[in-house]
Every structure is written in structure tokens, then in C-alpha cells.
């Protein structure tokens, strides 16, 4: 699976963006998804994952209320609608497969993930 991250940019606080995530492979349909976001000088940290299905979905407590993560398999691509931008979620944002079994939990570890895109940078402004 080859992923492509696309949406970031430059907002003001408060403001929104919406991240895409496209896969290759005709099998995006049994991966769970995640998004994942690194900072300068931090550790990359998780921020949401949805399951294959669609069904199951976490996120990260600094973001619960503001992100919501969804997927369109048959577009094969994963979104990230972030609202509420907050000058610390200025990070690069990765999206990441997980060829997990079962479609009920998520994982959050970014060990878990198989396959990763290149990262867009998402800037907040105060």
C-alpha cells in the first residue's frame, strides 16, 4: 500500500482544515487507518485511528471533540476533518496502515503500522 497525505497548511487559531489520505493497492479496504503527527523536537505521537470497517474509531485526548477521522473505501482514502486548531497541533501529520485482523479495536502505537505517506505539515498561528 503506497499513501499520500495532502491538506496541510497555514491557519490561524480556531480555524480548520480537512487532511486527505490517499492509498494505492486494492486492498485499502482491509486496513485500519491512522494519523500520527510529529512535532519539532518531540517523539511522533498518535492522533486518530478508524478500523477497516469503519466501525471503530480512537483518538488522541488532546484532540477528542476537535478531529474526527472517517474513510471512503471505495475512494480508497482517509480523512482527518481538524477544527478548532490549536497553535500546538502545529506538527507534520502522517497518515499510516495497519494490516490488523479484526476490524474492532484500533492501535495506536506507530509500531503497529505497516505502511506510512510522507507527512504534511499542518502550521497553527496564534
Known amino acids: 500500500v503506497q499513501l499520500q497525505a495532502s491538506g496541510g497548511g497555514l491557519v490561524q487559531a480556531g480555524g480548520s482544515l480537512r487532511l486527505s489520505c490517499a492509498a494505492s493497492?486494492?486492498?485499502?479496504?482491509?486496513?485500519?487507518m491512522g494519523w500520527f503527527r510529529q512535532a519539532p523536537g518531540k517523539e511522533r505521537e498518535f492522533v486518530a485511528a478508524?478500523?477497516?470497517?469503519?466501525?471503530?474509531?480512537d483518538y488522541a485526548d488532546a484532540v477528542k471533540g476537535r478531529f474526527t477521522i472517517s474513510r471512503d473505501n471505495a475512494k480508497n482514502t482517509v480523512y482527518l476533518q481538524m477544527n478548532s486548531l490549536k497553535p500546538e497541533d502545529t506538527a507534520v501529520y502522517y497518515c499510516?496502515?495497519?494490516?490488523?485482523?479484526?476490524?474492532?479495536?484500533?492501535?495506536?502505537?506507530?509500531?503497529?503500522?505497516?505502511?506510512w505517506g510522507q507527512g504534511t505539515q499542518v502550521t497553527v498561528s496564534s
Open positions: 499510516a496502515a495497519d494490516n490488523i485482523w479484526t476490524s474492532i479495536v484500533v492501535r495506536i502505537t506507530y509500531t503497529a503500522y505497516d505502511y
Open positions: 493497492g486494492r486492498t485499502f479496504s482491509r486496513y485500519a
Open positions: 478508524i478500523s477497516w470497517s469503519g466501525g471503530s474509531t
